[in-house]
């Protein structure tokens, strides 16, 4: 039973194009998130939305954007690929708002991204 | 200093070891802790929540210290499965997810 969705597994792309990454959840949450994950570095936070049409930056902002204009799709989009954008990118979704044992966050599988 | 910080491992234990991993926090007004694994070129998967009076499951018990905004994972009588990447998650008071970097775990027999 698949709950998060990432839309490509494996991609590459050339420097300079624009790349969309696409998430869907079924479970109607409100937050979601893209993490980018790198050997040694562990996942870092991009993005993150609250509510459609809302966004805020995470740590590494810079060369990202995003768009959530239904509640169940966060798009990331690179306007323009570069290779130290070549990544494992991870979103992840969660109707957690306060603290409220037992919810949980969900991961889709993961889109590995390869820039030439 | 780094909102989520972990013991850096690598943890190399026998089986049938007790390994602790503990994570600290920055965030004093961070409200959800959980502990997450993740195994190599895998997505995280949800190993336990942690609550404010501590919890147990099966062979993992995890703590939280709010005063010291520490968080502990402790794991019993280790297997083979066990290895993996341990990462500690914070939910900070907005709504955002932090993960600490990881903590990686080697069972040998």
């Known amino acids: 039973d698949v709950k998060v969705t990432q839309s490509s597994r494996y991609l590459v792309k050339r420097t300079g194009e624009k790349v969309f990454l696409e998430c869907v959840q079924d479970?109607?949450?409100?937050?979601m998130f893209w993490y980018r994950q790198d050997p040694g570095l562990g996942l870092r936070l991009i993005y993150f939305?609250?509510?459609?049409?809302?966004?805020e930056k995470g740590d590494i902002p810079e060369g990202y954007s995003v768009s959530r204009e239904k509640k169940e799709r966060f798009s990331l989009i690179l306007e323009s690929a570069s290779t130290n954008q070549t990544s494992m990118y991870l979103c992840?979704?969660?109707?957690?708002?306060?603290?409220?044992?037992?919810?949980?966050?969900?991961f889709g599988e993961g889109s590995w991204l390869t820039v030439v | 200093r780094k909102e989520v910080e972990q013991d850096p491992g690598p943890f190399n234990v026998p089986e049938g070891a007790t390994v602790a991993f503990n994570c600290t926090y920055s965030?004093?007004?961070?409200?959800?802790f959980f502990w997450y694994r993740q195994d190599c070129r895998k997505e995280p998967k949800l190993l336990m929540s942690?609550?404010?009076s501590g919890n147990e499951d099966g062979r993992f018990t995890a703590q939280l210290n709010r005063a010291s905004q520490y968080i502990s994972l402790l794991i019993r009588d280790s297997k083979l499965s066990d290895s993996a990447t341990y990462l500690c998650?914070?939910?900070?008071?907005?709504?955002?997810?932090?993960f600490g970097a990881g903590t990686r775990l080697a069972v040998h027999p």
């Open positions: 992840a979704s969660t109707s957690l708002k306060g603290a409220r044992p037992g919810n949980t966050i969900y």
């Open positions: 479970m109607d949450h409100e937050n």
């Open positions: 939305s609250y509510d459609v049409k809302m966004k």
């Open positions: 965030n004093s007004a961070s409200q959800s």
């Open positions: 942690v609550y404010s």
């Open positions: 998650v914070v939910l900070d008071g907005y709504n955002k997810l932090i």
